[in-house]
């Protein structure tokens, strides 16, 4: 749906030039530099941003529910305090970090003529989208290394964590040094590299070469990584004896395997590819694969059809249920 969405969408604006709805020159200093962003509206078609914002707000809505449950349940059970459900618990807390930076004010963009951001705004949202996204990068890596998690767990979770602020916090004072002069709208649903890097004006080739650098580590190296280590898994699956668990082990590894393939690739095709070969349209399915729809996937393939998980989130509604009564 999101697909058609995005894809009807893309027609109508090159059948349709949008006016500029808002005048930049009103949001420029005394330098000329844009001190005041706002996010393009998605669709003159009322229908269409409603239908779009009715999705998101549904798989935004089960992403944090499932994602704080995750978390509360391992938190609240002594059982589950075990390395891999400590990631497991991590990874759930970047998901609402993630997706909490970006969607409530692309909600709002969609369906209010409140879609105005200012600069330090525009340059926080980025930081903070960066920052939980490159460490939840770097989290899946730590994981698929499980021979360390129980040695290492605390310190990898802690180093991911660390590579995603230094990393975010680089590239965003590198990108907002630079001068806006105009346009001021955003062609895209929040505050991505790429979309304000073409805002700038200037040149800004070192800085694209440092967004290249940036996601050739961080999400590239990570991603092969996961690859080698499932390689490895694929491997041994193959070699055991019983058919059963072959299959049962074959079906965890593929869904698991999708939704990193899901993460990384759409990430991968939004930040490697060249500027000129950018599109908005294609720019924003993307981002929605990377942001909604994997952080939404995450906590049913990798914790909900766990039944250790399931048991320990039986156990924490029940006593919720029990405090309610009384």
Excluded at 73 to 90: C, D, G, R, S
Excluded at 208 to 237: D, H, N
């Amino acid at each position: 749906i999101l697909f058609l969405i995005l894809s009807s969408h893309h027609v109508l604006s090159q059948e349709t030039e949008y006016s500029m709805t808002f005048n930049c020159s009103l949001w420029q200093d005394n330098s000329m530099s844009v001190k005041r962003f706002a996010f393009a509206r998605f669709s003159e078609v009322t229908e269409q941003c409603f239908l779009l914002f009715t999705l998101i707000l549904l798989m935004f809505l089960a992403s944090l529910a499932g994602n704080a449950l995750i978390a509360t349940a391992i938190w609240t059970n002594p059982v589950l305090h075990t390395p891999m459900y400590f990631f497991l618990a991590n990874l759930s807390l970047l998901e609402i970090g993630y997706t909490c930076s970006v969607i409530p004010k692309m909600l709002q963009s969609l369906v209010s003529e409140a879609r105005g951001i200012s600069r330090e705004g525009c340059a926080t949202q980025m930081f903070f989208f960066a920052f939980f996204g490159i460490s939840e990068c770097c989290l899946l890596a730590a994981m698929a290394f499980d021979r360390y998690m129980a040695i290492l767990c605390v310190h990898l979770a802690m180093v991911s964590w660390g590579v995603g602020c230094m990393v975010a916090l680089g590239q965003t004072n590198y990108i907002f040094s630079l001068d806006f002069c105009g346009p001021c709208e955003i062609d895209h649903f929040f505050c991505d590299l790429p979309p304000i890097l073409a805002l700038a004006c200037g040149d800004t080739s070192h800085n694209e070469a440092a967004v290249f650098v940036a996601a050739t580590l961080c999400i590239s190296s990570p991603f092969l990584l996961i690859i080698a280590s499932y390689g490895r898994i694929l491997a041994a699956v193959l070699s055991m004896p019983s058919p059963e668990g072959r299959q049962k082990a074959l079906s965890t590894c593929s869904s698991h395997l999708l939704v990193v393939t899901l993460f990384y690739g759409s990430a991968s095709v939004t930040y490697l590819r060249p500027k000129a070969s950018h599109s908005p349209g294609i720019d924003k399915l993307l981002a929605l694969s990377y942001t909604m729809v994997t952080s939404m996937l995450n906590p049913i393939i990798y914790s909900l059809r766990n039944k250790d998980v399931k048991a320990a989130l039986r156990r924490t509604l029940g006593k919720k249920k029990v405090l309610a009564h009384r």
